[in-house]
C-alpha cells in the first residue's frame, strides 16, 4: 500500500526488508529490533504510523508534520557503518525527561493487545529525545517497583535494578516517532545480548548527555528520535560478514543521495569522480574537519571493496585510510 507520504512509504518498505534493522534510543541507552527472515511477524499500517512484531519483540514507527530522514556512513575498525536517522527539531522531540522511577499505568499503545494492561514505569534515565521504560503484568513485580518508584534506579541505595534484572520485564523505549518493545531476556551482568531484539543501557554513557555519537553527521537543531540501518553490503544486522552486495551498496547510495547532508555528498562525488578519471588522491582538496575526513575514508574504502584490485586505490588508501585517533569509534556506533 502506498501513499501520499514518501517517507512513510520508504519505511514501510525497509520494515517489510528481514535484511534491515531499527532502533529506539540515544547515546547510552538504546533498544534495537532486528528479525530473521523465518520470523513469523504480525504488522499494521494505518494513517498514523506502522509497526512489526514477532515474538522476540517489535518496532512502531509513527508518522509526524516535522520528520526528516537524515542518512550518514561513518567508518569502522573494518569498514564503515551507516544508518538513517529519523529526526524532529528540537523541541518537537523532547520527552518526559523523567529522573526518578516513576509508575506510569497501564501501557495502552502497546503494540500488542495483550500487553495493553501490562503496568508502564518510566526507569527515568533523564534523556531527552526517549523515555526509556519497562512493562509487567505481574503483581508482584508492580508491587515491588511500586515501592521504590520516586529514586534514581542508579542510586547507592537503591535495589530497583536487581528487582528488574529478577523479572525481566518487557523494556519499551518509547520517542515522538515511535516505539521499540523488547520481549526476550535482559542478559545477566557480563553476558552475550541475545540475537534479535535487545536493549542496552550504560549509566557512563547516559552521564555525557548526548543524543547520538560523535561519529553520526546532524545538522544543529535536529536530534535522532529512531534509526534505521538498511542492509549492509558486507554483513548482516547481527555483524556476520558476507561477500560484498552491489545492489545493497546501490541501495543505501540512493538514500544517501536522497537525504545525505549535501556537503558530504559533494565530497563523495568528488572523490568517486577523480578516482573514475584515473587522477590521484592530491586532486582533491579536503576540508579539515573530521566529518570531511571519515566521509573520503569511507568513500575510498567502499570503492576498494567494489573494486579490490584496482591499483590506483592503493595510493588514495595510503593518503586518506590511515587510522586517525581523533575517529575513535563511538562505543554506541559499535553496538550496531
Known amino acids: 500500500m502506498t501513499t501520499a507520504d514518501p517517507i512513510m512509504d520508504l519505511l514501510a518498505g525497509q520494515l517489510a526488508d528481514a535484511e534491515a534493522g531499527w532502533s529506539v534510543g540515544t547515546f547510552g541507552a538504546i533498544a534495537e529490533f532486528t528479525r530473521e527472515p523465518g520470523d513469523a511477524l504480525d ?80 526507569l527515568g534515565l533523564g534523556t531527552l529525545q526517549i523515555d526509556a521504560c519497562i512493562r509487567t503484568g505481574e503483581a508482584d513485580v508492580v508491587a515491588a517497583l511500586r515501592s521504590r518508584a520516586g529514586q534514581s534506579v542508579f542510586a547507592p541505595d537503591s535495589d530497583a535494578m536487581r528487582v528488574i534484572l529478577a523479572a525481566n520485564p518487557h523494556r519499551v523505549f518509547i520517542s515522538r516517532i515511535g516505539r521499540a518493545e523488547v520481549f526476550q531476556p535482559i542478559p545477566p551482568p557480563g553476558g552475550k545480548s541475545p540475537d534479535g531484539p535487545h536493549t542496552h543501557v550504560l549509566p557512563k554513557l547516559l552521564a555525557h548527555r548526548r543524543t547520538h555519537a560523535a561519529t553520526e553527521p546532524l545538522p544543529d537543531g535536529w ?54 578519471k584515473g587522477q590521484g588522491p592530491e586532486t582533491v582538496t579536503l576540508p579539515s574537519d573530521r566529518t570531511a575526513r571519515a566521509a573520503v575514508r569511507v568513500t575510498v574504502r567502499q570503492l576498494a571493496a567494489a573494486e579490490p584490485r584496482a591499483p590506483l586505490l592503493l595510493a588514495w588508501l595510503a593518503a586518506y585510510d590511515r587510522r586517525d585517533p581523533t575517529e575513535a569509534e563511538d562505543p554506541m556506533e559499535a553496538l550496531h
Not at 54 to 60: A, D, L, M, N, W
Not at 84 to 105: D, K
Not at 235 to 242: E, M, S, T, V, Y
Not at 245 to 270: C, I, M, V
Request: overall charge positive; hydrophobic content about 35%.
Open 43 to 122: 504488522t499494521e499500517r494505518s494513517r498514523n504510523g506502522i509497526s512489526v512484531v514477532t515474538e522476540k519483540g517489535g518496532i512502531r514507527i509513527a508518522s509526524h508534520p516535522d520528520l526528516r530522514l537524515i542518512a550518514s556512513e561513518s567508518p569502522t575498525t573494518e569498514s564503515w557503518s551507516h544508518r538513517v536517522a529519523m529526526c524532529l527539531p528540537h523541541e518537537a522531540g523532547i520527552m518526559s525527561g523523567r529522573t526518578v522511577l516513576t509508575e506510569i499505568g497501564p501501557d495502552r499503545a502497546a503494540l500488542r493487545h495483550r500487553d495493553r494492561n501490562g503496568i508502564l514505569f518510566d
Open 223 to 276: 536530534i535522532p528520535c529512531a534509526h534505521l540501518y538498511p542492509a549492509h553490503p558486507l554483513r548482516d544486522q547481527l555483524g556476520r560478514p558476507h561477500p560484498f552486495r552491489p545492489d545493497q551498496h546501490a541501495a543505501f547510495q540512493a538514500l544517501l543521495e536522497r537525504y545525505g547532508l549535501p556537503e558530504l555528498t559533494a565530497l563523495k562525488s568528488n572523490v568517486i569522480g577523480a578516482v573514475a
